[in-house]
Each structure stands twice: as C-alpha cells, then as structure tokens.
C-alpha cells in the first residue's frame, strides 16, 4: 500500500496528474474523497474533454479527450440490475459498489477496455446520476448527443433532466425516424431546443406536417429527409446556418422566402442550403431586383462554400441594406440552392 | 506512449569541465559529494550553497548539513541528479494531457518500495527537485494500470466512506482541548 493521502496536496496532485483520465476517473470512483481529488486535477484539464451523451438501445455517458498524439474514449453506461443478471458471464472484472460521491446507490464494474458498467433499479434514475457524476468531476457541460432507435418516453425524461442542468449542448445527432407518434415527436423536439447545431432526420406523418407551428431557431440546422419542410415551416426556421435535402419545395416557395428575406424577415440567416425539386434560378429570382455577378469574393460572407469561382451570383439587396448572394451548386445529381448573407 | 528523453553522456564533458564539487552531510552523517550541475537541479540545495556564498575554492572545506534526509534517500537523490544534470530543460507544464513513459534507468533506480517510495518523495519535495518528483509521482501513478476503483482504494489506502465516516464522528465525539 502506497499512503497517497499522507502525501503533501502537491505530490498527491501531482501523482494523479499521471493518471491516464480512465484511470483517474476509477480512482474518483473509490471514495468521497478520491473523488474530490480527482475532480480537483480533472477540472484544471476540462478543455481536453468532450462529454457526449447515447440515447439509443442503452443509455450512455462518453468522456473522449486528447493526449498528446491522439483521440481517445471510454465511456460509462447505465443498466438495470436485471441486465446485470443477464450479462454476468461476459465481464470478467468483480463487481463493485460505489455511491458515486453520495448519489448511489448502485453497483458498478468497470473494465480494461475503457467502459465502467454500472447498475440500478431503475436504469434512467441512474442514468441522470451518472450523467451528474461526470459532469461534476469534469466541471463541463454535455458537448455532443446522440439519439437514435431508443425508449422515446424514457429518453425524454433524461433530455428534460439534462436542460435543466448548465450548459447547452453543442451538437445533437438525432435521428426520430423511430418515432411514430406525433405527439412523442413533438415531446421530444422540445426537449432539443436548447442544442446549439443540430443534425435532424425524422419522418413526420401528414397531421404533423399540417398542424406543427413550432419554432426551429437553432446555430445550425441541418435535415435530411426534409419533405416535411414545407414553406410555412421554413419561415418558422430562422437559423444562423439552415441546410435542408430532400425537400418539395417548388422555385415559388423559394420566391416567396426570397422576398420575406427582403422585406426584413430571417434576421438570423447566414447562410442557407436547400435542396429543391427542380431549381430554376430565374423563377426563383422572379419579381426581385438582382445584380448578376460572374467573380464570387467570399471574403465579404459570414460562411463560405468551397465553389467555383466562375459560378453565376446574384446579389440580392434587403430593404435595410444587407446584401446576400444567390447561387446554384450541384450536389450528386441534384441541385441545390444556396444564400449566403454579407458579414 | 511518448518518446524516453535521451540521457547525455556527461563522464567526458565532466572531466573535460573540472567541476565544482559540493559535500552534503546526510541526517545520519553521511557525506556525499555532488557536482555544481548536479546540485543545480535541488532548488532547496542551489538557494542554500548561494545564500551561504561557497565558491570553487571553499565548497569542500563547508559540508552541507541537510537534517531532514537520511543517507540513503540523499544517495538515490545524488545518483539522479548526476545522471540528469546536463538534460534539457522541461518545457513548461500547458496542462495538457501526456502520458510518458520512465526511462529503464529511473524505473530501475526507483524500484524499492513504498515505504522507501514515500521517503523519497518526502526529500524530494524538501529539496525541491522537479523532475525527480515528476518521476516518482509516475512510479505511484503506474501503479493504477487496469487497477479497479476497489484494487485502487487499497493500493493508494483510501479508506471507505463509511470509514471516513467513523473517523469524523469518532473526532467530534472526542473532548476537545478544553474538555
């Protein structure tokens, strides 16, 4: 036995610096204590950290952080001691108990290829006290979700958990087409309001198509599958950055953002990707007065695409004075529509 | 994971140098003697030989007392700093997350045990030598390889909440020093 806590707080601090952030985090896991002291050396390295979050057929917790040549992950998950029962044979490592610095109970085992197992009576109330663990010992916000094919009610009551903790998360891959309730979808898109750049694909039926009124103000936005963004939605989607594919949008729906854009409408807007039936530029520029331009400066644009300099743009002008350029790029066999606003 | 630091081959340059040696007496009285670029490396050691003012020509003549390390840690202390005297300097510590690995020499140096360990560690930081500290902190934290938190708590002698928690209420029912 080495007596690390008869240690100077320095040397002690000092010895867990050399602790590989798995190991760190095991060690936060042994006693109130450990954990106060890894967290006070895990916080001082928080901006190597990213902590994401799995909402899929099990619900986990992911710590990935950098060392000095690379990426590297484990992650934490919640189970039902029911689960336990079942999968006992295939973890070698004993079981242990912990009450994750006072929230417990729960049993854990934790295992050489970086994942810690843990188990409670009920898999989603020890889900959240797991995700506060880790974001107490790490101080940080979750940075990235993913949410595909899972419970939609039981993942629902953690994402409402999660908002009312600080931070917003910064990416959200979420995949609803799972989800064939309408009203389960809409529980669910307002449990993701506060992610900062989401990635949608959800497969919405008729009645939500025509009766959902909501807002979709996000930094980014990006749908596929995107037949559901009919023209009253896309006025009610005022993103800093809006790329859509697989839309029915006609060149006239086009026509008519165009001209709400104009007359002071979207102040977020930035930029915008549509991918539109069939895209006719001079249909959609149709009623709006336009400068056609052949040399493209990106420079004076918030966002730019990498494309062809020889491309046609259209300078459109809003009744405030900012200007946007219009252009048309090719994606696959499609094409899609772009704008991009003046800085 | 990272590169073992190369150790410098100092016996030519040493001799060519002619350096200046210090005598340090050891808390059990033994003498050691240490060059001027070894010594540099214990900031305790470096603050004291300038604040006494020994100079090439009286350094031998004034043995350097240090009470609080026994001659066995002071010869583990010499043997280091004389191998690492002439190492390039550390960069600076960005807080960044590195995993290094301890050159065969210093593991081998440093392969007593723990009890040994921690009086090391002890000197160490009275002498203040960075990088002997950062070595041995890296033998400590060694031993957590694939380690559970249980096989943790013992090795490091954490004791369990609820034994944290009998000591704090065994401390409050004790009579203070009024009592």
């Keep these: ?343 | 994971m990272s590169v073992e630091p190369e150790v410098p081959i100092v016996q030519v340059e040493e001799v060519r140098e002619n350096p200046v040696l210090y005598k340090i007496i050891s808390s059990d009285n033994h003498v050691f003697t240490i060059s001027e670029h070894a010594v540099k490396l214990s900031k305790t050691l470096w603050d004291l030989i300038t604040n006494l003012g020994l100079t090439a020509e009286n350094a031998l003549d004034n043995p350097i007392p240090v009470e609080n390390v026994n001659g066995k840690n002071m010869e583990t202390i010499v043997q280091f700093c004389e191998r690492h005297k002439y190492d390039e300097e550390e960069p600076e510590y960005t807080n960044y997350i590195r995993e290094f690995v301890l050159p065969e020499w210093d593991r081998q140096l440093l392969s007593i045990d723990n009890e040994e360990l921690f009086q090391l560690i002890l000197a160490t930081n009275y002498l203040d030598i960075q990088k002997l500290m950062d070595y041995c902190c890296r033998v400590i934290g060694d031993m957590a390889k694939d380690k559970t938190p249980e096989e943790l708590r013992i090795i490091y002698g954490i004791p369990t909440d609820a034994e944290d928690d009998a000591l704090e209420r065994s401390a409050s029912d004790s009579p203070g020093p009024s009592g």
């Design chain 1, 1 to 343: 036995m080495f007596p690390l806590l008869l240690l100077d707080p320095i040397s002690c601090e000092n010895v867990l610096n050399q602790l590989n952030p798995y190991e760190l985090f095991k060690f936060s896991l042994c006693s109130k204590i450990s954990n106060r002291l890894a967290r006070n050396v895990a916080v001082k390295v928080n901006d190597f950290f990213s902590l994401d979050i799995h909402l899929d057929d099990s619900y986990s917790i992911g710590i990935q952080y950098e060392t000095d040549h690379v990426f590297e992950y484990f992650s934490c998950r919640s189970n039902t001691i029911h689960n336990m029962l079942e999968g006992s044979s295939i973890l070698s490592k004993p079981m242990e108990n912990g009450k994750l610095n006072g929230n417990g109970p729960s049993m854990f085992r934790t295992s050489d290829e970086k994942s810690v197992e843990t188990y409670w009576e009920d898999e989603v109330v020890g889900f959240k006290l797991l995700i506060e663990y880790v974001m107490n010992l790490y101080d940080k916000p979750i940075d990235i979700l993913y949410f595909q094919k899972t419970d939609s009610l039981k993942s629902t009551e953690i994402l409402k958990w999660i908002n009312t903790r600080k931070g917003s998360i910064r990416f959200g891959h979420v995949d609803l087409c799972h989800v064939n309730s309408d009203q389960t979808l809409s529980l669910i898109l307002d449990q993701i309001k506060n992610v900062n750049e989401l990635d949608l694909v959800m497969l919405p039926g008729s009645e939500f198509i025509k009766n959902d009124t909501r807002k979709y103000e996000f930094k980014e936005l990006t749908i596929t599958n995107g037949y559901w963004v009919t023209l009253p939605r896309l006025v009610n989607m005022n993103c800093n950055i809006l790329n859509v594919s697989g839309t029915e949008l006609t060149n006239s729906d086009v026509n008519s953002f165009l001209k709400m854009w104009i007359n002071g409408g979207f102040d977020k807007i930035k930029l915008m990707s549509l991918n539109v039936l069939e895209v006719d530029i001079l249909k959609i520029l149709e009623g709006i007065q336009y400068q056609e331009k052949n040399n493209y400066s990106g420079e004076s644009f918030s966002v730019s695409l990498d494309i062809n300099k020889n491309d046609i743009f259209y300078i459109i002008c809003r009744t405030d004075g900012l200007v946007a350029s219009i252009y048309v790029t090719k994606f696959g066999k499609h094409l899609v529509f772009n704008m991009e606003v003046e800085k």
